[in-house]
Protein backbone atom coordinates (compact mmCIF):
# COMPACT_ATOMS: atom_id res chain seq x y z
CA UNK A 1 0.00 0.00 0.00
CA UNK A 2 1.18 2.97 -0.85
CA UNK A 3 1.15 6.19 1.61
CA UNK A 4 0.43 9.57 -0.62
CA UNK A 5 0.71 12.72 1.98
CA UNK A 6 -1.43 15.54 1.48
CA UNK A 7 1.00 18.24 0.03
CA UNK A 8 1.53 15.33 -2.81
CA UNK A 9 -1.95 14.95 -3.56
CA UNK A 10 -2.98 18.36 -3.60
CA UNK A 11 0.03 18.83 -6.02
CA UNK A 12 -1.53 15.88 -8.26
CA UNK A 13 -4.91 17.52 -8.22
CA UNK A 14 -3.55 20.85 -9.08
CA UNK A 15 -1.66 19.13 -12.17
CA UNK A 16 -4.89 17.01 -13.24
CA UNK A 17 -6.73 20.81 -13.09
CA UNK A 18 -4.01 22.20 -15.16
CA UNK A 19 -4.03 19.84 -17.89
CA UNK A 20 -7.91 20.23 -17.97
CA UNK A 21 -7.04 24.36 -18.61
CA UNK A 22 -5.06 23.23 -21.35
CA UNK A 23 -7.71 21.17 -23.06
CA UNK A 24 -10.41 23.90 -22.48
CA UNK A 25 -8.03 26.16 -24.03
CA UNK A 26 -7.02 23.34 -26.84
CA UNK A 27 -10.38 22.66 -27.44
CA UNK A 28 -12.16 26.53 -27.87
CA UNK A 29 -9.39 27.26 -30.11
CA UNK A 30 -9.87 24.09 -32.44
CA UNK A 31 -13.62 24.42 -32.55
CA UNK A 32 -13.61 28.12 -33.36
CA UNK A 33 -11.00 28.10 -36.33
CA UNK A 34 -12.47 24.32 -37.37
CA UNK A 35 -15.71 23.46 -36.77
CA UNK A 36 -19.45 25.08 -37.57
CA UNK A 37 -22.82 24.26 -36.53
CA UNK A 38 -23.86 22.56 -33.59
CA UNK A 39 -20.31 20.79 -33.50
CA UNK A 40 -18.90 23.95 -32.85
CA UNK A 41 -21.24 24.58 -29.54
CA UNK A 42 -20.74 21.32 -28.39
CA UNK A 43 -16.99 21.34 -28.06
CA UNK A 44 -17.14 25.15 -26.57
CA UNK A 45 -19.39 23.73 -23.86
CA UNK A 46 -17.35 21.04 -23.63
CA UNK A 47 -14.41 23.83 -23.42
CA UNK A 48 -15.77 25.58 -20.78
CA UNK A 49 -16.85 22.76 -18.22
CA UNK A 50 -13.60 21.69 -18.19
CA UNK A 51 -12.68 25.45 -17.51
CA UNK A 52 -15.19 25.44 -14.59
CA UNK A 53 -14.19 22.59 -13.09
CA UNK A 54 -10.46 23.02 -13.43
CA UNK A 55 -11.36 26.36 -12.15
CA UNK A 56 -12.98 24.89 -9.05
CA UNK A 57 -10.49 22.80 -8.14
CA UNK A 58 -7.86 25.73 -7.81
CA UNK A 59 -10.00 27.39 -6.09
CA UNK A 60 -10.29 24.41 -3.35
CA UNK A 61 -6.83 24.14 -3.65
CA UNK A 62 -5.93 27.58 -2.70
CA UNK A 63 -8.69 28.03 -0.16
CA UNK A 64 -7.62 24.85 1.41
CA UNK A 65 -4.52 26.67 2.60
CA UNK A 66 -0.78 25.41 2.98
CA UNK A 67 -0.37 21.55 4.17
CA UNK A 68 2.29 19.89 6.35
CA UNK A 69 5.81 19.41 4.65
CA UNK A 70 6.07 16.02 6.33
Known amino acids: MI ?5 M ?3 W ?3 FALIL ?3 SAGAAIFS ?3 LK ?3 QKMVLAFSFMC ?3 SGIIVFLIVLGGPT ?3
Not at 3 to 7: E, F, G, R, T, Y
Open 3 to 7: IVSQA
Open 9 to 11: LNM
Open 13 to 15: ISL
Open 21 to 23: MFV
Open 32 to 34: REK
Open 37 to 39: GWV
Open 51 to 53: LLV
Open 68 to 70: ATM
